[in-house]
């Protein structure tokens, strides 16, 4: 997939750049798929973190050359991955047990809509003729800490993602900490949307217009945070 | 002398009758036994509930079971996958059911099968259209809904080693729902690359213990899912 550079904002690579850049040295941390699975190939110099993937490995390595892994060692998207040193083996229920037990420390999730709530809406668009399938996705939102959503700010369409309430079947109600876009970093708290830091080129009234419900403006500080 | 090898594929499914629940382990191709659906398509059983991560991929393994129409319900989280055509035409015109459940719920729900707990509550789901229908209940101010365990008249299942009490070990992430499905059903079969004598395998590393198996059959060099599907094979 080549990345193309949008006329304004992020791209899905600069996107995953900037998740990569909160991920606490250290943490245990879930990769949806999708951007979310980018994120692994930005965590900044110096900063140990392992990944867990529920189809059951601790310790995800990246995708090895074309033709060559095992066929049955994958992560959750069935993408073949590596296992790094130190790596752990385990079956469904123990890997959700970390999952819901509330063992893992962080989860970077895509998303249809996020509601000023932080309900997440991600697993379907609730069309009566589409198959259902919901994975691990309601697991992760209910069990882990934090959730990240990393996800463009609009639809291809141009309708918003940040809305006040999801039209699109839930995957979990008031589940998501924090959301990074193409347009923003935007923090969800219990006023609603707080605007924490804008994409370079992008000004405040550009990112408000995109978002489907009040969006509260810079709390004063840098426009790049640790950026 | 307890001895768990069976002759062949066909011999270890034969009794698998009309309108079993049949666990078949495996996500996506990893851990997928498919010399034993293969057997089970041959064998001829029908009317199956089956319970699976998703739904098989390409008309090879668990794909070809249902295109051949033995699976009147699928019992599964993610039912769409690449190369996955098989399950969604017969769910569309009403002739596979489909219960859909979230992924940790399904394997805590097979855990319990296997583990003797009835029913338990899980956060999963709350709040969400997967939630209709279920008891809500509330622990220490957050809500939780009741789920059922879940066990199966024949797990079928793919391993790397089992010696003939049925000690088994695993490949990679192949491992994820064999070892809670072996102990949810009655009867479990195992397919394993390699079948060793007791003692061969070192206890500390034991993954399944054989109390939990029932049948083993050597599958030397088992099919790759992927591989098949590439080919354009199509089963029987």
Known sequence: MTDTTPAIGLTRDEMARRVALDIPDGSYVNLGIGIPERVAAYLPEGREVIYHTENGLLGMGPSPELDEGDPELINAGKRRVTALEGASFFHHADSFAMIRGGHIDLCVLGALQVSQHGDLANWSTGESDAIPAVGGAMDLVAGVRTIYVVAQHCTRAGEPKLVEFCTYPLTGPAVVDRIYSDLAVIDVTSDGFQLVELAPGVDFAYVAQRTGAELLPLRGGSLRGDA | ?236
């Open chain 2, 1 to 236: 002398m307890i001895d768990k090898r069976a002759a062949s594929s066909d011999e270890a499914v034969a009794d698998i009758f009309d309108g079993a629940t049949v666990m078949v382990g495996g996500f996506g191709e990893a851990g997928s036994p498919i010399e034993l659906i293969h057997a089970l398509i041959d064998q001829g059983a029908t009317d199956l509930t089956v319970v699976n991560n998703n739904t098989g991929s390409g008309e090879v393994g668990l794909a070809a079971l249902i295109r051949a129409g033995r699976v009147s319900k699928m019992i599964c989280s993610y039912p769409r996958t690449a190369n996955s055509t098989v399950f969604p035409e017969l769910y569309r015109s009403g002739r596979t059911a489909l219960e859909l459940v979230p992924q940790g719920t399904l394997a805590e729900r097979i855990r319990a099968g296997g583990a003797g707990i009835p029913a338990f509550y899980t956060p999963t789901s709350v709040g969400t259209p997967l939630e209709e229908g279920k008891e809500r209940r509330t622990f220490a101010h957050r809500d939780f809904v009741l789920e059922y365990g879940l066990s199966g008249d024949f797990a079928l299942i793919k391993c790397r080693v089992a010696d003939h009490h049925g000690n088994l070990l695993y490949n990679k992430t192949a491992r994820n729902f064999s070892p809670i499905m072996a102990m949810a059903a009655a009867i479990t079969i195992v397919q394993s690359g390699e079948v060793v004598a007791p003692g061969e395998i070192d206890p500390e590393c034991v993954v399944t213990p054989g109390i939990f198996v029932d049948r083993i059959v050597t599958v030397s060099n088992p099919a790759q899912e992927s591989q098949l599907v590439a080919q354009g094979a199509s089963y029987p």
